[in-house]
């Protein structure tokens, strides 16, 4: 079974960026479609962003859009999320996971990474 492992985050200032790697420790499927969801916590896991494994279409939330791009790499079975202007409500533990639905309901995904904290404070 494939599994997940995110790495990349970490403390930085607002307005910061960082760039968070989801790497699949086997082929990912071009039916596919990887996401990041990302949860603090008392609080329900929330969709960030999603691509289609073999299109490359890509769907980000409302509270993302313009300032996190999710992007592949095929061949290396790698998936990254690039989080630019950082602010302090972007505070998460991030999480990628695989599904075969283009959805941001995190009931359509079945393989799960460890998650990434992610910090944002000044």
């Known amino acids: 079974q494939v599994q997940l492992v995110e790495s990349g985050g970490g403390s930085v200032q607002p307005g910061s960026s960082l760039r968070l790697s989801c790497a699949a420790s086997?082929?990912?499927?071009?039916?596919?479609?990887m996401a990041w969801f990302r949860q603090t916590p008392g609080k329900e896991r929330e969709f960030v962003a999603l691509?289609?494994?073999?299109?490359?279409?890509?769907l980000y939330s409302d509270s993302v859009k313009g300032r996190f791009t999710i992007s592949k790499d095929g061949p290396n079975h790698t998936a990254y999320l690039h989080l630019n202007a950082l602010k302090t409500e972007d505070t998460a533990i991030y999480y990628c996971?695989?599904?075969?639905?283009?959805?941001?309901?995190?009931?359509?995904?079945?393989?799960w990474g460890q998650g990434t904290q992610v910090t944002v404070a000044s």
């Open positions: 996971a695989r599904g075969s639905q283009y959805s941001t309901s995190q009931s359509s995904y079945y393989t």
């Open positions: 691509i289609r494994w073999n299109s490359g279409i890509t």
């Open positions: 086997g082929r990912i499927y071009s039916s596919s479609v």
